[in-house]
């Protein structure tokens, strides 16, 4: 899927856009790369929306099984997907290295992969996997910065538009989404607790873990949207 992404993102950007003829082989790649990131995104953020929210796979009462052991076939397929997406992702990025991304990045990615793979063949603790995988939401803003940025398109509205929307899409995805994710887990902790041991302590570690990289990444955001908002206002 990514391999396949990646040459179409060349090919329809080869047509119609016109900075991409101009820019360097490896800004070819990364251009190429982020547009697998980003189908990434938008696929495993529509599933994980629609099982953990308008389906009844994870609803209270719903089902006999505890929360933490609910699984489908449509769960199983989307993690496994992702596994696939963050092994060629890191391919790409070891490759690449450090052009693509630094050593948070790797750090981010392996946490992700061990989690994923854990609640994959344990079969237990999908809830949460799909929770995170929900803030994948922001990976489209991130990666149009970068595209209008290389584009050189930096003092346009919609560069100004879209740092807006990252913030406020990280804000919502990546804090108050990791607050709401540990209430859950509070409230039933009861039901935490009967994750296979070795599952139960990653719950407890890789999340939190993952959280104050948001919230790093986050501090990031907010210096960056400052910076672009008070050149626009300089610029009007």
Known sequence: MCKFVYEVTGLISSSYFKCYSKLTKAQKVEWNNRGFSTFHALLVVSVAFYLVLLSDLFQNGSRDELIINRKSAVSDTILAVSIGY?????AMILWQFPALGGKEYLLHHALSMYSIILSLLSGQG?????MVLFSECTTPFVNLRWYLDVAGQKSS???????IGLFLGWLVARILLFI???VHMYNHFDQVKEIFPLGFYSLLTVPAMLALMNLFWFWKILKGLKKTLSKARHGH
């Not at 999908?126 to 799909?130: E, P, T, V």
């Open 157 to 163: 509205k919609l560069y100004v538009y879209n740092g």
């Open 126 to 130: 999908q809830i949460y996997i799909l």
């Open 180 to 182: 709401f994710f540990f």
């Open 86 to 90: 963050f092994l060629s992702d890191l």
